[in-house]
């Protein structure tokens, strides 16, 4: 990976815009900051980005340190894991960012995140723990395969512990929830 200046600062910008956006909805989102109204917006604006996405995948493949540079290839990946209403394109950004992985010009733990995002939407265990769900009782971990030996599948790409990740995302979480919530959101997890 690179930290030249990357090919393609136009879309560096595009994307770093919109995952930006993202975040700030998703953040409310998570507290509950939104009606009715706002929600559908929400929805609309996450089906655009991904429409977006989607284009650039088709022109560039992944967009990865090279094109776009670490920022804007870490704002891609964030728009491909909360693509989660297009179950089909998630999958291929999956492909499409393993071979990144293996051609040096993406994260392997961002792989390791959309994976896992992949497999708890078809409603399968999740490999690397990375995929948590925030419930009005606090976060819980979404099931994973074989938890004896998560920590070193974990340790593979790169990820701390899992007690430490969930620790973290706890901490995140936790202070902003109301008590009588019973909403639930899926959550990312962290490194």
């Given at each position: 990976?690179t930290?030249?200046?990357?090919?393609?600062?136009?879309l560096?910008?595009?994307l770093?815009a919109?995952?930006?956006?993202?975040a700030?909805?998703?953040?409310?989102?998570?507290?509950?900051?939104?009606?009715?109204?706002q929600?559908?917006?929400d929805?609309?604006?996450d089906?655009?980005?991904t429409?977006?996405?989607?284009?650039?995948?088709?022109?560039?493949?992944w967009?990865g340190?090279?094109?776009v540079?670490?920022?804007?290839a870490?704002?891609?990946?964030?728009?491909?894991?909360?693509?989660d209403d297009?179950?089909?394109?998630q999958?291929?950004?999956?492909?499409?960012?393993?071979?990144a992985?293996?051609?040096g010009?993406?994260?392997?733990?961002?792989w390791?995140h959309?994976?896992d995002?992949?497999l708890?939407?078809?409603?399968?265990?999740?490999e690397?723990?990375?995929?948590?769900?925030?419930?009005?009782?606090?976060v819980?971990?979404?099931p994973v395969r074989?938890?004896?030996?998560?920590?070193?599948r974990?340790?593979?790409?790169?990820?701390?512990?899992?007690?430490?990740?969930?620790?973290?995302?706890?901490?995140?979480?936790?202070p902003?929830r109301?008590a009588?919530?019973?909403?639930?959101?899926v959550?990312?997890?962290v490194?």
């Amino acid at each position: 990976m690179t930290a030249a200046e990357p090919l393609r600062p136009d879309l560096a910008r595009e994307l770093i815009a919109r995952a930006s956006q993202s975040a700030a909805r998703r953040a409310k989102r998570v507290r509950n900051q939104l009606d009715a109204v706002q929600l559908g917006q929400d929805r609309h604006a996450d089906h655009a980005d991904t429409k977006v996405l989607r284009r650039i995948l088709a022109e560039h493949d992944w967009p990865g340190h090279r094109l776009v540079g670490a920022e804007a290839a870490h704002a891609a990946w964030s728009l491909a894991l909360h693509a989660d209403d297009e179950a089909d394109f998630q999958r291929a950004a999956t492909t499409l960012l393993e071979r990144a992985v293996q051609d040096g010009d993406a994260r392997i733990q961002h792989w390791a995140h959309l994976y896992d995002r992949t497999l708890v939407n078809r409603g399968r265990p999740q490999e690397f723990g990375t995929q948590q769900v925030l419930t009005a009782t606090g976060v819980e971990l979404c099931p994973v395969r074989a938890p004896g030996s998560l920590d070193q599948r974990r340790a593979s790409v790169g990820l701390s512990p899992i007690a430490v990740a969930l620790e973290t995302v706890r901490r995140r979480y936790a202070p902003d929830r109301h008590a009588g919530d019973s909403s639930t959101v899926v959550l990312a997890g962290v490194a």
